[in-house]
Nanobody
Framework: QVQLVESGGGLVQAGDSLGLSCAAS????????MGWFRQAPGKQREFVGT???????GYADSVKGRFTISRDNAKNTVYLQMNSLKPEDTAVYYC??????????????????WGQGTQVTVAS
């Protein structure tokens, strides 16, 4: 079965950097678009960024210029590098997968598979 496993979360200070990883198994990774989403307490899960099967990326305005998504198809892994972290970036971060599309998808309802999430806490 498909599994997505996030890692790398933790507690950091405002202004710090943190990298998350998401290891995928049970799917042909190179044919999937991958997304990162986050959910803060009391809020809906929101789009962070996505990378399609060709490596094209898209980001939410709130993280553009600070976060970078990359993927390594040989390792079946997608990464989220987060720089200049702010307290408002505090959330559980999830990776998600959807079979490749012709457009970058920000809609969480379109993603088929989800990881269990990893907590990121940014202290002020």
């Amino acid at each position: 079965q498909v599994q997505l496993v996030e890692s790398g979360g933790g507690l950091v200070q405002a202004g710090d950097s943190l990298g998350l990883s998401c290891a995928a198994s049970g799917l042909t990774f190179s044919t999937y678009d991958m997304g990162w989403f986050r959910q803060a307490p009391g809020k809906q899960r929101e789009f962070v960024g996505t990378i399609n099967w060709k490596g094209t990326t898209g980001y939410a305005d709130s993280v553009k210029g600070r976060f970078t998504i990359s993927r390594d198809n040989a390792k079946n892994t997608v990464y989220l590098q987060m720089n200049s972290l702010k307290p408002e970036d505090t959330a559980v971060y999830y990776c998600a997968a959807v079979q490749r599309r012709t457009y970058l998808s920000q809609n969480r309802n379109l993603y088929d598979y989800w990881g269990q999430g990893t907590q990121v806490t940014v202290a002020s």
